[in-house]
């Protein structure tokens, strides 16, 4: 072959390939082809930081068809993504290919088109080094980060934990407003409406609001008495025209965030997606801060609104980035070929593509032209005043095709419509209203918020806000689920016919979805890190980071030199810190149990939060209960505490054996003849749960697993084939099995089994069948003594053990992202 180019995935070869005439053999490298070394911290730091890169197992093989390729071809050009982490997969390409970075043909491009290709053939370059170490200097940085906190967590909180630059401060986000919320004390106040209707035949009704919140429900009745025999004159009329303007483009960021509000993808899905309509050639690239759009898409975008609207609908917009260094400024993300309003897929890759393609071409339209109105009406004999307000779209420009963050909905510009109005007219008032309305705790975040709210920070860039999320949520640290509100009651009052009467209703508030919960650990882990390393997982240092990166990218710092200005301080309080022999733990007093007179604890054991009953210090069976999944080790009370050692509760005989619910491992279950049934959060709580909904499960369950199960052997109990999550498979021995395609599961025999488990070999084993096997709640609060396991009712399972070797020594062997 004359040329081959190398690209990071399987998909992006083909759409190149097809732009390459037979000159051309495209080949794939499957994303990074070496990293530092996963089994030791990998980096020489009294060598200038050397790094110890090596290439993966599972990558030698590619590797050496590379190699072969490499050597048949007259020139290699180089062709992965244009950002730091693609020039730096480049760099390790050459590396690992024997190839001279200086020599070795590089190109780059913001789209695969065909012209965008056949342009980049014609201007290659080499790699830039600068990009390189820029990139080198954030992985390396991250390993030391999360290679000497990891250790110190796994000693000073619990075992299995880590820490990371990035993701510590995304954490500290959470907790910090999770104790926003804790600490907020709602307040009341009566907000006041009335419906009014104007003199003028035909004339709609329009609702006006007093200006002010009453807080005194007395004064508020009042208000209302005064209104009953009260005339009511329209005041001031005020009109100003007014202009809402198109959002730009989007970037990585935007793009996640409207994806979030509007289709309900997860950070993680939306670059997943977006990541496969690039690399059909759908899309320009996905990871980038830039809002620019080069002329040829400007161009284009005028033709297609044209066509489609009309020629005012159309002006022509090029948006500046904002953010300061932007890594990626080259173009925003916007569809590859403007006329194609739609694509094929799937419905995600279909949903996402529409939702940029309405983004590029309104951002392209002419703004919104609206007229604003505000009315005042005066109540007789009082000061205070009401306001109507009302807008119309005299010329909807950009909201033809799109609208932020909004359902597109074409009645909604008209709801708020006034009727015509004179001032000094005199209204009839139909009914007034004073309802008492909470003032509600700042919100949670959202996947979407938080990425807002680190991009606001100046932390992460585009390529790292999604694997960000998703550390914070694999660690355990926060989870990310939908809470159901809770039932409020509040006052009315209503003023119709000149009577004021009152009554109570009933309101949901403080209904969560999708929302991102810090968990316990993940605030433990929070506090310890504040208190000991606050400089690592403050905002502005960690912002500052960022743009010593980009100083780096530009050539303007040292990479070694800035680690090593980082390191020195840093590795000093890390050893400053193994030194000190104080656990945290979150222990809390609640109190004594007046039952007992033996104090009430709330701690972080070796598997999660739990209650603990006695003394460490006196020689007394100490009880345990584990904490349900809303309960907070800084919010339990006293009396929740006891509650939870309560269980199990007995329900009830059921064929002869007693029913009972409690708190185990894996959260809240019914036990009934000696096997457990998981609670989900949707069919209550082990303390209120009835025995009918409790059999129910039960019998719900029996046909699950009945259902389940397609054959067993007596003469290997422990060996079953069974229906999974992903299909069929063969669990034997607390390991799973993939069955072969082309075998029917109801027809294997034993030797047949038997044979697929000794073919398999311990490590080909069908890891994603395991979850089907898996009891659904993965927390795991371990009890301390035998006191404890009739607490809870729940089995006992053992955990690895992690062995007391010292920090120092378990880092050489373990690395934590």
């Not at 997860?266 to 059909?280: H, I, W």
């Not at 094929?344 to 109105?373: C, D, F, H, P």
């Not at 403080?510 to 506090?527: A, C, H, Q, W």
């Amino acid at each position: 072959m004359s040329n081959l180019v190398v690209v990071e995935s399987p998909a992006k070869a083909n759409t190149i390939a097809k732009f390459l005439g037979k000159d051309f053999t495209v080949v794939s490298s499957y994303g990074h082809i070496r990293d530092l070394s996963p089994k030791a911290f990998g980096i020489d730091v009294a060598n200038g930081f050397n790094p110890d890169y090596v290439v993966p197992e599972d990558k030698k093989n590619l590797v050496k068809d590379l190699k072969n390729a490499t050597k048949k071809a007259s020139s290699v050009w180089l062709a992965t993504d244009e950002d730091r982490e693609g020039e730096a997969i480049a760099w390790h390409l050459c590396a690992v290919l024997g190839l001279d970075p200086q020599k070795t043909k590089r190109i780059v491009f913001h789209e695969i088109t065909k012209n965008a290709i056949l342009e980049a053939v014609k201007k290659p370059r080499y790699i830039d080094q600068n990009l390189v170490n820029a990139q080198q200097a954030r992985r390396i940085l991250d390993r030391i980060v999360g290679y000497e906190l990891s250790p110190i967590l796994w000693k000073k909180v619990k075992p299995a934990l880590s820490a990371g630059r990035v993701q510590s401060v995304a954490l500290r986000l959470l907790v910090e407003r999770e104790r926003e919320i804790i600490a907020f004390t709602s307040t009341s106040s009566f907000r006041i409406t009335g419906q009014y209707k104007s003199a003028h035949k035909n004339s709609a009704e329009f609702t006006a609001e007093l200006n002010e919140r009453i807080t005194d429900k007395d004064e508020a009745r009042n208000f209302l008495n005064l209104c009953s025999t009260a005339t009511f004159t329209v005041g001031d009329i005020k009109t100003k025209p007014a202009k809402r303007f198109p959002a730009p483009p989007f970037t990585t960021s935007t793009l996640q965030q409207e994806a979030s509000r509007k289709l309900g993808f997860s950070v993680a899905q939306t670059m997943s997606v977006a990541q496969k309509l690039y690399e059909a050639g759908k899309i320009s690239y996905m990871r980038t801060d830039s809002v620019n759009l080069s002329a040829t898409v400007l161009n284009a975008s005028k033709e297609i609104i044209t066509s489609l609207y009309g020629a005012k609908y159309s002006h022509t917009r090029q948006y500046t980035t904002k953010s300061k260094g932007a890594q990626e400024a080259h173009e925003a993300i916007r569809p590859t070929y403007m006329d194609q309003s739609s694509v094929n897929g799937t419905n995600a890759e279909k949903r996402l593509y529409e939702l940029i393609w309405k983004r590029t071409v309104a951002s392209q339209m002419k703004e919104a032209e609206i007229e604003k109105t505000t009315a005042t009406v005066t109540v007789s004999g009082s000061p205070r005043q009401l306001i109507a307000s009302g807008e119309v779209i005299l010329f909807d420009g950009f909201l033809k095709v799109y609208a932020e963050s909004t359902d597109d909905d074409s009645d909604e510009n008209q709801k708020n419509m006034l009727p015509q109005l004179t001032a000094g007219e005199s209204l009839a008032m139909l009914q007034m209203f004073a309802v008492e309305r909470f003032t509600h705790y700042p919100p949670r975040y959202t996947e979407a918020s938080l990425v807002r709210k680190l991009e606001e920070l100046g932390i992460g860039r585009p390529s790292t806000y999604a694997p960000t999320i998703s550390t914070v949520l694999n660690r355990g640290y926060a989870v990310k689920e939908d809470r159901p509100g809770t039932d409020r009651n509040f006052i009315q009052l209503t003023l119709v016919n000149q009577k004021v009467t009152e009554e109570i209703k009933s309101e949901t508030t403080g209904n969560e979805k999708s929302k991102l919960f810090p968990t316990d650990i993940g605030m433990i882990v929070t506090d310890f890190l504040m208190n000991n390393f606050d400089d690592i997982i403050d905002y502005n240092f960690t912002a500052s980071v960022e743009k010593t990166f980009d100083e780096i990218a530009e050539g303007q710092m040292e990479w070694t030199k800035m680690l090593s200005t980082f390191y020195k301080p840093f590795h000093k309080k890390v050893e400053d810190s193994l030194k000190n022999s104080e656990r945290s733990r979150g222990r809390r007093e609640l109190g004594i149990d007046p039952a007992t007179g033996r104090p009430v604890t709330v701690l972080i054991g070796r598997f999660g939060p739990m209650v603990q009953l006695g003394d460490n210090t006196k020689d007394e069976k100490l009880q345990f209960a584990s904490l349900l999944k809303h309960q907070y080790l800084e919010t339990i009370t006293l009396e929740e505490a006891l509650e939870l050692f309560k269980l199990p509760r007995k329900l009830g005989q059921f064929e002869g054996h007693e029913v009972t619910t409690g708190i185990g491992r894996f959260g809240p279950f019914i036990n009934h003849k000696g096997k457990y049934y998981s609670i989900r959060k949707t069919e209550g709580e082990p303390f209120t749960i009835t025995f009918d909904q409790a059999i129910a499960i039960i019998i719900e369950r029996r046909e699950l697993e009945k259902n389940k199960l397609i054959a067993e052997f007596a003469e290997k109990p422990g060996l079953k084939v069974l229906n999974g999550r992903y299909g069929p498979y063969i669990s034997y021995e607390k390991e799973n099995y993939k069955i072969p395609r082309a075998v029917a599961p109801e027809s294997l025999t034993l030797d047949e089994c038997l044979r697929i488990i000794e073919s398999s070999g311990k490590n080909n084993h069908n890891r994603q069948s395991k979850s089907s096997s898996r009891p659904v709640n993965k927390k795991i609060t371990r009890s301390k003594s035998k006191s404890a396991k009739k607490a809870s009712g729940s089995k006992q399972v053992k955990s690895a053990s992690v062995k007391k070797k010292p920090a120092s020594v378990r880092a050489k062997k373990k690395t934590k992202k």
